[in-house]
């Protein structure tokens, strides 16, 4: 198993050693251009110039060679073949790339392992490792990594960073599969926090959203909306969300890792 600590270590060392080598090649080249003209060394700036676009072009093939390799990492860890993603994400992290996207898809594919592994901490620190870095113009990198962030924070009981994280998604126009990522973590904090009321705000919208959902995920998040219906006194509106989570997966298969979501369905196993 790749140690967090050493993977962060050496994406950070071979992001500088990269961009110090690309400052290197881009000033040779630019020296050569330069400097041919202003000291009559047309061929020996030429044949300099060559060697630096040949070194260019190697290193861009190798680093194409470490995308390529862990490009199919979300797929296996969405399989769950952890082991094959393992060993992809390693070697693409070990071997050398020009530029730093590849590094940082590599290191967000090892938080999404982590995370579907269920080593919170691990996930955690890898997504920190990860948004301290520029992040711009790389897609939806910067939104998956909050929320993986967020969840992250939730599952290990940090409410204040899996709020931040929340709150950090605001900046972002999120896809529709991102809001519905939002929408469950949102119910899932505020049921933490005993925010029932906040919970029920647009509650129309929110049955609407969870529709779209996955099946474990549609019934977690109107299960949670039950139980905030029922916190608040709205016991027809919670029975009604309550049979609706119960048509798409067994009440205590929803309840098996949140806890909370047991008093929705205790009074049914009691009857």
Not at 118 to 133: T, V
Not at 241 to 262: N, S
């Amino acid at each position: 198993m790749i140690p967090v600590d050493a993977a962060i270590s050496r994406f950070r060392r071979d992001l500088t050693i990269a961009a110090l080598l690309r400052a290197a090649l881009l000033a040779g080249a630019l020296a050569c251009v330069l400097a041919g003209p202003m000291l009559g060394m047309h061929g020996q700036g030429m044949f300099v110039l060559m060697i630096i676009g040949t070194i260019w072009i190697l290193l861009s093939y190798r680093s194409m060679q470490g995308t390529r390799l862990a490009a199919d990492s979300p797929s296996l860890i969405a399989a769950g073949q952890f082991e094959q993603a393992e060993a992809r994400i390693d070697t693409a992290l070990r071997t050398f790339s020009l530029f730093r996207a590849a590094k940082l898809q590599s290191l967000h594919h090892l938080a999404l392992l982590r995370h579907a592994q269920r080593r919170w901490r691990e996930a955690m620190l890898l997504c920190q490792a990860l948004m301290s870095q520029k992040l711009a113009g790389l897609g939806g990198l910067p939104r998956t990594t909050l929320l993986l962030m967020a969840d992250s924070a939730l599952q290990m009981g940090d409410l204040r960073g899996s709020f931040e994280a929340m709150n950090g998604l605001y900046r972002y126009r999120l896809s529709l599969p991102e809001a519905l990522t939002l929408q469950l973590l949102q119910l899932d904090y505020g049921s933490r926090v005993g925010a029932w009321d906040q919970m029920l705000s647009g509650v129309g919208v929110k049955v609407q959203m969870s529709e779209l959902m996955p099946g474990p995920n549609a019934a977690r998040s109107q299960a949670l909306l039950a139980l905030a219906a029922r916190k608040m006194g709205r016991r027809g509106l919670a029975q009604w969300l309550r049979r609706r989570a119960e048509l798409l997966a067994d009440p205590q298969e929803i309840a098996a890792d949140r806890p909370v979501l047991g008093e929705m369905f205790k009074e049914k196993w009691e009857s």
